[in-house]
């Protein structure tokens, strides 16, 4: 823990993370990324448990939080933030609690009965979540929590995967960064081995920039694509062609709060932001940037 602290102090201003995340948890043990609403939700307090578990930290109050993710788990919960929490139980420990709310995701995502999309609700980057982006979710939550898919279901899951194949991607119109990253994952989660894609070298951005596109060849870089290109680069066993210009990009992006914005533009900090520029930093391999 001590080693990633430090080797994380070096690029980023850890500790004004760690500040910017505690001055907005709330009595309920949820978090509001609006320090001055009370407003707590599940995708705030899903990123600050993954904050805290990635640095290697205790979750203050962590009994509070567990209670905030099972109160959060009712029919009415759209089916992202549901596997949300599932999974932030399983990193808070309660793997048990998590698992005696699964029925309620067949409600809202049942792959025999071709339900992708039921009670969908909000999106982590659409607006309105996709069909894709929720079964994402979903295996991400069940492989958390240690649930396994029927036979029958993995192979239903991966026939619906597949019906978003784009060229060398994965998308609607075309591929992009983010439903290959989710395309591929979710592949590879239920023991499929599809082939490699080079959509994400393709949206890499070296020279004046850093960073990763969502589509290939365009411009500007963003902290969303950057973070799944990075995954996705990752869970292929390849390497950025040039990491360190991407961890400049990353710092490039904290803002005076301690919190992290999307781009190079003026933005707001927000968890999933922050949660995201630590991720790609460690993924990045730290001892490759020793010298800078």
């Known amino acids: 823990m001590g080693s990633k602290l430090y080797e994380l102090r070096r690029y980023i201003n850890v500790k004004g993370i760690l500040d910017y995340i505690e001055e907005r948890r709330h009595d309920d043990g949820g978090y509001c990324f609006v320090s001055v609403l009370d407003d707590t939700n599940v995708n705030d307090t899903y990123y600050a448990v993954k904050i805290y ?4 930290l205790e979750v203050p109050n962590g ?44 409600t809202k995502y049942n792959p025999l009965e071709g339900k992708f999309a039921v009670g969908l609700g909000g999106s982590e980057e659409f607006g309105t979540a996709t069909p894709l982006e929720a079964t994402y979710w979903v295996v991400k939550a069940f492989r958390a929590i240690g649930y396994e898919f029927s036979p029958e279901e993995k192979e239903a899951i991966r026939e619906f995967v597949m019906r978003f194949r ?15 990253y989710q ?15 080079s959509h ?12 990763f596109t969502e589509v290939p060849y365009s411009l500007p870089p963003y902290l969303e694509p950057t973070f799944y290109a990075t995954r996705g680069l990752e869970l292929q066993g390849e390497m950025p062609s040039c990491p360190k210009r991407h961890v400049w990009f990353i710092r490039q992006l904290q803002n005076s709060n301690g919190g992290f914005r999307r781009s190079l533009e003026l933005g707001i900090s927000n968890f999933q932001n922050t949660y995201r520029a630590l991720a790609v930093v460690e993924a990045m391999g730290l001892n490759l940037f020793k010298d800078t």
Request: hydrophobic residues 40%.
């Open 63 to 106: 009994e509070k939080t567990i209670e905030f993710f099972e109160e959060a788990i009712q029919p009415q919960t759209a089916v992202v933030a549901i596997a949300m929490a599932l999974e932030g139980l399983a990193l808070l420990g309660a793997k048990d609690v998590a698992v005696e709310h699964t029925d309620i995701v067949f």
């Open 200 to 211: 994400f070298k393709n949206c890499e951005l070296c020279g004046d920039w850093g960073g």
């Open 183 to 197: 395309a591929l994952y979710t592949l590879n989660a239920l023991g499929y081995m599809p082939p490699k894609s």
């Open 53 to 56: 578990d990635l640095l290697g």
């Open 166 to 180: 784009n060229g060398n991607g994965y998308g609607v119109k075309q591929p992009t960064t983010t439903m290959t």
